[in-house]
């Protein structure tokens, strides 16, 4: 018997496609936000604000991962922006493979931004680069306060963090004093934007920064 | 599961590669923070060598401590999974250096012409 000794990074295939993503979209100046939540969070919803809030200084295209079904990418379909739908028949998040493919059918001239939604999911998209250029964390109020500290390895690396719902942080005696008191250990880095998907309620600060990282990266 | 999945193309590379026929051992190193649940990996592992040249390998899981870089200071800490404060600067503002990868580090295995494996028999 041999015994042989090698450092692979398990994850190494999907870094370097991940890498690769990431050039050929900033090539074609469009910026990369990889959104990542628990499911029932509001990310299909967000995208159904933001998209058309954001056109037609930025148009957007929006890849999407479930499971199964297509139902995430008829309703942002009706937004007229490319979206295509990965459906990962079990896999608990997206790769960069499945990016790349997905990128191989969307129409990438014009556009100002790609959305990836991933799986609904808060572990395992934490390990898995997709070439985005930003973290996007939702946490909804009927998930209660202590996602951050439940899920902290979704949070440290997040670039921002939307607390989502917050129409019925009334309703469900909510407070957001022991979500930033956990993130006064994780993550002070990120902004966090307080919204309603549903409402409309502080979406318009969550517009301003994606436009200012927008502007930071490749102009106006 | 997926980095089940992942390890296994990794060992079907090397022992392509290296013209091994049999893995009995594999050690992987994981970081910290790389949100391995060893029974899983165990598992998932068992399940997918089936058939292949690493079935019924001994998997080892090896765990590494993290190191995060304060962006803020440039100050060097092991981070607490749940705690990333740089005891500097007050800020939790790091980059992870350490304690994300998975590195598959090692493998015991026998390969082709070492005299004891089905290749080497006959007249």
Known sequence: MTKISVVRSVLKANDAVAEANRRRLEAAGIMVLNITSAPGSGKTALLEKTIPALAPALRSAVVVGDLQTTRDAERLGGLAVEVSQINTEGGCHLQATQVADALDTLALKDLGLLFIENVGNMVCPASYDLGEHLRVVLLSVPEGPDKVAKYPTIFQPADVILINKMDLAGPLEFSDEIVMADLARINTRAPVFRVSARTGEGLEAWYDWIREQHRARFGS | ?123
């Open chain 2, 1 to 123: 599961m997926s980095i089940a999945q992942d390890l296994m193309r990794q060992l079907e590379e090397l022992a392509e590669e290296n013209d091994i026929v049999r893995v009995d051992a594999v050690t992987v190193r994981a970081g910290v923070l790389a949100g391995i649940v060893p029974e899983a990996l165990d598992m998932a592992f068992a399940c997918l060598a089936e058939g292949t040249v690493a079935e019924g390998a001994e998997l080892t899981l090896e765990i590494e401590p993290a190191l995060a870089e304060c962006r803020r200071c440039g100050h060097r800490f092991e981070p607490e999974i749940d705690a990333y404060l740089c005891e500097r600067c007050g800020v939790a503002d790091v980059t992870i250096l350490q304690g994300r990868d998975i590195i598959l580090s090692s493998l015991s295995c026998t390969q082709r012409g070492n005299g004891n494996d089905e290749d080497q028999r006959g007249p």
